[in-house]
């Protein structure tokens, strides 16, 4: 009776951990760059009541064992991916990446972030930053006398200044990927940083070695599918339900024991 206790309420926590991750997929549907999470569930180790393939007699053997499992953990929470709708925004300094590949930013510790949140602005420098303020690196500086800024696919910034006719390159866009992508440790504020498991960064121009465009006056929207998301939230409640009665069941079974044999 213990046991099923046990394994009912390792159901009910990893249920509750299941919709911590998907109330953050719908919280963050409407988040540019976001990737939905994905929990990953594994048993618990088991107890071989009776091993398989030990000897039953002499001259035979289990042909199955009797083991006892012990429950469900979270081992762990997966990103997917792949690639969000593209929404047209006109803005001078939104970009999206077609493709593989994350924006490259300067922290304040001088460390650098990734993300594929292309909503840029400029600060009172004229440096590209993000919402937070964080500089884009390579740095890249509009002069005060741009009357136009134009990213390329290829990530090349020029600008148009009074009195002259031609484009003046004013930065080059990198992109950088991983070999593991599904490594890299979520930090908040749109921002992702290179851990042991994602590899060191590959670092190019866009559109070369397989990695993306950039397409100007546009965002990357969240990948999150908030139907696909609702129906997850569905099956966990009905799941965490279904644990639930499990302990309510198993507290009943103890209950008529007491009663009848005390």
Known sequence: MDLALWAAKTGL??????????????????T???????????DLMYQNVQQVGAQSTQN?????GLSLGTGVKIAATEKNYSQGSVLQTGGTLDMSVTGLGFFQITLPDGTLAYTRDGSFSMDSQGNVVTASGFPISPAITIPISAQAVTVGNDGTVSVTTAGSAKPTT???????????????????????????????PQVGTPGTNGLGSLQQGSLETSNVNTVTELVNMITCQRAYEMNSKAISTTDQMLQYLTTNLS
């Open 32 to 42: 540019t760059g976001f990737k939905a999470d994905r929990a990953a569930f594994q």
């Open 13 to 30: 926590d990893a249920q509750n951990t299941q919709m911590a991750v998907i109330a953050n997929n719908l919280a963050n549907s409407n």
């Open 60 to 64: 035979t053997q289990y042909s199955t």
């Open 170 to 200: 004013v930065g080059q866009i990198q992109l950088a990927n991983f070999i593991n992508v599904e490594g890299l440790q979520p930090t908040g504020n749109n921002l992702l940083v290179e851990s042991g498991s994602s590899g060191a």
